[in-house]
């Protein structure tokens, strides 16, 4: 099982991107916190362009509980996130590991503190221009990828 969490993700327009993402390469999606859902928001079905009728897609009010759901799926977590600790995709897709959940966070502040000390690993995407990061909806598409 593939699974992709997103955590308090702001823009109806990246959740509708990585749901069209996730039916593309066979993922689920699991929605966390005020992650916008295709339920109550046109925009996030808008860019999903009838996606979100055939991904399997879960609302839950936590990103704990969300990763609880996939543990129970055998599933290791890991977080999209660049810190001291974390390694690279490319370092982290040679596991081999058929059954993950990738944990995304807010385009702002990332994946939040008390889930990154929860995960089974925090893996990057390293960048070779001058920015530091880029959006969320293009780092799922690559994580998605990568881990199929």
């Known amino acids: 099982m593939k699974i992709v969490i997103l955590e308090n993700i702001r823009s109806a327009y ?28 046109k925009k996030v079905i808008k860019t999903s362009l ?16 969300a990763m609880n759901e996939a543990k129970k799926n ?9 810190t ?6 490319s370092e982290f897709s040679k596991k081999n590991i058929s059954d993950v959940a990738v944990v995304f966070g807010n385009e702002v502040d990332g994946v939040l503190s008390p889930t990154l000390k929860t995960v089974d690993h925090v893996v990057y995407v ?5 920015k530091e990061s880029i959006n969320v909806g293009q780092t799922s598409a690559i994580f998605m990828r990568a881990l199929s």
Not at 14 to 41: E, H
Not at 74 to 82: G, P, R
Not at 84 to 89: R, V
């Open 84 to 89: 001291p600790e974390a390694i690279t995709l």
């Open 50 to 65: 009838g996606a979100e009728e055939t991904v399997g897609i879960r609302q839950f009010d936590s990103t704990a509980d």
């Open 126 to 130: 390293p960048m070779k221009g001058i």
């Open 14 to 41: 990246n959740v509708g991107n990585i749901i069209r993402t996730a039916d593309a390469l066979g993922w689920q999606v699991r929605l966390s916190g005020y992650t916008p859902s295709p339920v109550d928001n």
């Open 74 to 82: 055998n599933c290791i977590i890991i977080a999209a996130e660049i």
